[in-house]
C-alpha cells in the first residue's frame, strides 16, 4: 500500500536551518510530481512547493522563496525540503502528498517549531 | 491566484442530517479541478472527492460532490459520528493549488 513518512522535524531558533526528509514506498515513485504543504497550529492548510517526477521543474509559494528548497532522489523514494533563515511564522505540521494533479495520498506530518 | 471561500465556517448537525459545504472560488476552475479532504483532529487530510465530484477510493457513498465553473458543494447525505472533521476543498486546476479555509462539522 501507498505510504509516506516524514521526518527532520524539531525545534529551532529564528534564522536556523532544518531539512526535512519524505520516504516514499508502494507505489513507482519516479512517476509522480511530489508536493509539501503545511499547516500552522490551529490553521488551515498551505501548499509550500511542488517538484516535478524528474527533479527538473520545482516552484514555491511566495513566503518561502529563496529560502526553501524542494529536491528528490528517485533512487531512494525520498523527497527532502530544505529550510534555511527560518521565521517565527514558519512553525507548522509539514506534509508531503502524491501529486496526481489531484493530492490522493499524504504522511502524517511533521512539526517544525521555530522559536528562540 | 484563485481564492476559495467555504461557508459556513461551522456546521452543526445531528445524525442522520443532511450536510451541505459550499466553496466558491474567485474564478472559474479549469476543467473543474476541485477536490475535498476530509481532516479529522490531530490526523493528515484525506482525499475525498476530486474532478469535482468523483469519490476517491474507499470513500463511503454518503459523501458526494457537485458543481462547476466557481461554485461547489460537498454534500453527506446522512452525518455519521465519524464524519465530525474539517472539510477543505483545493482547486488544483492553476498554479499556485489554493486550499479554502475549511469547514468544520460538529455533531449536535
Same mark, same amino acid.
Given at each position: 500500500?501507498?505510504?509516506?513518512?516524514?521526518?527532520?522535524?524539531?525545534?529551532?531558533?529564528?534564522?536556523?536551518?532544518?531539512?526535512?526528509?519524505?520516504?516514499? %514506498?508502494?507505489?513507482?515513485?519516479?512517476?509522480?510530481? $511530489?508536493?509539501?504543504?503545511?499547516?500552522?497550529?490551529?490553521?488551515?492548510?498551505?501548499?509550500?512547493?511542488?517538484?516535478?517526477?524528474?527533479?527538473?521543474?520545482?516552484?514555491?509559494?511566495?513566503?518561502?522563496?529563496?529560502?526553501?528548497?524542494?529536491?528528490?532522489?528517485?533512487?531512494?523514494?525520498?523527497?527532502?525540503?530544505? $529550510?534555511?533563515?527560518?521565521?517565527?511564522?514558519?512553525?507548522?505540521?509539514?506534509?508531503?502528498?502524491?501529486?496526481?494533479?489531484?493530492?490522493?495520498?499524504?504522511?502524517?506530518?511533521?512539526?517544525? %517549531?521555530?522559536?528562540? | 491566484?484563485?481564492?476559495?471561500?467555504? /461557508?459556513?465556517?461551522?456546521?452543526?448537525?445531528?445524525? @442522520?442530517?443532511?450536510?451541505?459545504?459550499?466553496?466558491?472560488?474567485?474564478?472559474?476552475?479549469?476543467?473543474?479541478?476541485?477536490?475535498?479532504?476530509?481532516?479529522?483532529? @490531530?490526523?493528515?487530510?484525506?482525499?475525498?472527492?476530486? @474532478?469535482? /465530484?468523483?469519490?476517491?477510493?474507499?470513500?463511503?457513498?454518503?459523501?458526494?460532490?457537485?458543481?462547476?465553473?466557481?461554485?461547489?458543494?460537498?454534500?453527506? /447525505?446522512?452525518?455519521?459520528?465519524?464524519?465530525?472533521?474539517?472539510?477543505?476543498?483545493?482547486?488544483? @486546476? /492553476?498554479?499556485?493549488?489554493?486550499?479554502?479555509?475549511?469547514?468544520?462539522?460538529?455533531?449536535?
Amino acid at each position: 500500500q501507498v505510504q509516506l513518512v516524514e521526518s527532520g522535524g524539531g525545534v529551532v531558533q529564528p534564522g536556523r536551518s532544518l531539512r526535512l526528509s519524505c520516504a516514499a %514506498s508502494g507505489f513507482t515513485f519516479s512517476r509522480y510530481a $511530489m508536493q509539501w504543504a503545511r499547516q500552522a497550529p490551529g490553521k488551515g492548510l498551505e501548499w509550500v512547493a511542488v517538484i516535478s517526477y524528474d527533479g527538473r521543474h520545482e516552484d514555491y509559494t511566495d513566503s518561502v522563496k529563496g529560502r526553501f528548497t524542494i529536491t528528490r532522489d528517485n533512487s531512494r523514494n525520498t523527497v527532502y525540503l530544505q $529550510m534555511n533563515s527560518l521565521r517565527d511564522e514558519d512553525t507548522a505540521v509539514y506534509y508531503c502528498a502524491r501529486d496526481d494533479w489531484y493530492w490522493d495520498y499524504w504522511g502524517q506530518g511533521t512539526l517544525v %517549531s521555530v522559536s528562540s | 491566484e484563485i481564492v476559495l471561500t467555504q /461557508s459556513p465556517g461551522t456546521l452543526s448537525l445531528s445524525p @442522520g442530517e443532511r450536510a451541505t459545504l459550499s466553496c466558491r472560488a474567485s474564478q472559474s476552475v479549469s476543467s473543474d479541478y476541485v477536490a475535498w479532504y476530509q481532516q479529522k483532529p @490531530g490526523q493528515a487530510p484525506r482525499l475525498l472527492i476530486y @474532478g469535482a /465530484s468523483s469519490r476517491a477510493t474507499d470513500i463511503p457513498d454518503r459523501f458526494s460532490g457537485s458543481g462547476s465553473g466557481t461554485d461547489f458543494t460537498l454534500t453527506i /447525505s446522512r452525518l455519521e459520528p465519524e464524519d465530525v472533521a474539517v472539510y477543505y476543498c483545493q482547486q488544483y @486546476g /492553476s498554479s499556485p493549488r489554493t486550499f479554502g479555509q475549511g469547514t468544520k462539522v460538529e455533531i449536535k
